[in-house]
């Protein structure tokens, strides 16, 4: 085969795929492009110890260990005792940007090189790389290479949905923490919070995910994360639930917005769905007619929103890596292996995703009025019970009074 393997993309689940390919085989040269040298994104990440492990190659060295060893620091409650049989948790919560730093610090020590350098072509990489017959994909959501590839989101992915939400941004003063107190008595709508990490100027950014019905929704104005609506714009449809839930948030974290809440959030609408390319791989002609094998990955082949997305492209990456350290094997038919992984990978996350939704679905129309109800009559509640025990309790003795006594229902 090829001993060169060209990456579009080094945010995790590109370098986890590099590092999997150099494990299985260290004699293939990776190069990975990415158009940014610094990486931007801090959302909070639960890394699921089997996405480590499933498919994946251990090399059980010290670069490896090393690795390790810094995902069980990294770890939001590093205070929190782990097996010493166990290598690693069996979940890893840390920052997307220390995970990315963890597996790039590894990739460097095993001779992937990093060009920081946007691609924006296909026909890029093979002018740049004549012999390359292998190109991996991992640019994210918005791939430019999959819309030249497969043609425009509408076209080139499967869809289906998840749920509605309205995501609200806004800035703090110093490092914003999560809200540690039930919000079912206090909120309507549901809500997850995301905490960035705290900037140089002394700030955070905190965001808020308001899960809503389809009325809200489609009430509120039309707005996506490029272009969100100000809070005068919002006001109308969710401006008492925004500005109730920062109320909460400065009562039970001490938070203070860097602005007056009409300046200080922004807000806008986004419909949470799975979605997957139509194609996982396909076959290109490079340089003189050569055929070059173009394999999509992460979030540039699926992805389920709001779901361990991170984690379905890691256990991705593994398998793919396993294709691609094949010897002996032409394009088309490593191509042809990945692109039969697609349907079986698409079905069991997408299954997933829906088992998840019945979950929120069920604690949201379900548990979460029953705990409203039981929160807002905290005395109606106990007396009914009383009541019961008393009725249950004296149903006996009455009735063998009144098998005794026939005069007694006439009382």
């Known amino acids: 085969m ?3 393997v060209v990456g579009i993309g080094a945010g995790p689940v590109g370098l986890w795929q590099a590092l999997q390919l150099k494990k299985r085989a260290p004699d293939i040269d990776v190069v990975l492009y990415e158009r940014r040298d610094e990486y931007v994104r801090d959302n909070q990440l639960s890394i699921h110890r089997s996405s480590l492990l499933k498919d994946a190659h251990q090399a059980n060295d010290a670069l490896e260990a090393a690795t390790y060893t810094a995902l069980n620091e990294a770890h939001e409650t590093p205070g929190q005792r782990m097996p010493l049989w166990q290598k690693l948790r069996k979940v890893t919560r840390l920052p997307a940007r220390g995970f990315e730093s963890i597996l790039r610090t590894e990739a460097l020590a095993r001779g992937v090189k990093i060009n ?3 691609v924006s072509s296909i026909e890029q990489i093979t002018r740049a790389h004549p012999q390359c017959q292998y190109i991996v994909v991992a640019d994210g959501t918005h791939s430019l290479i999959r819309k030249q590839l497969l043609g425009p989101d509408d076209e080139a992915l499967v869809r289906r949905p998840i749920l509605k939400s309205i995501d609200v941004q806004y800035q703090v003063q110093g490092q914003a923490q999560y809200m540690q ?3 079912y008595d206090k909120a309507r709508f549901m ?3 995301t905490i960035g990490k705290l900037q140089e100027d002394g700030t955070s950014r905190v965001g808020l995910r308001f899960l809503v019905d389809d009325k809200t929704f489609a009430s509120f104005p039309q707005s996506d994360a490029r272009h969100p609506v100000n809070w005068h714009d919002a006001f109308n449809t969710m401006g008492m639930d925004i500005s109730g839930f920062l109320q909460l948030r400065q ?3 001490g938070e203070k917005l860097t602005l007056p809440i009409p300046q200080a959030v922004s807000a806008y609408k986004l419909e949470l769905s799975c979605y997957a390319a139509r194609q996982f791989a396909l076959l290109q002609k490079g340089e003189e007619g050569r055929d070059v094998g173009v394999f999509f990955v992460g979030n540039a082949a699926l992805a389920v929103p709001w779901y361990k997305s991170v984690n379905i492209g890691l256990k991705t990456a593994s398998r793919l890596a396993g ?16 692109e039969a992984m697609r349907e079986p990978i698409v079905t069991a996350s997408f299954n997933a995703a829906a088992k998840k939704l019945k979950g929120v679905v069920f604690y949201r129309n379900k548990v979460r009025p ?4 039981a929160k807002t009559a905290p005395i109606a509640l106990p007396l009914l019970v009383v009541f019961a025990a008393v009725a249950v309790v004296g149903y006996i003795p009455f009735k063998i009074y009144t098998k005794l006594n026939p005069n007694a229902r006439l009382m």
């Open 2 to 4: 090829s001993k060169l």
């Open 181 to 183: 107190t039930p919000t």
């Open 323 to 338: 294709v691609l350290a094949k010897p002996d094997e032409a394009p088309a038919q490593k191509v042809a292996a990945y």
């Open 191 to 193: 809500v997850a919070e």
């Open 116 to 118: 920081y350098e946007a």
């Open 370 to 373: 029953k705990l409203q109800m």
């Open 251 to 253: 009562t039970y974290t």
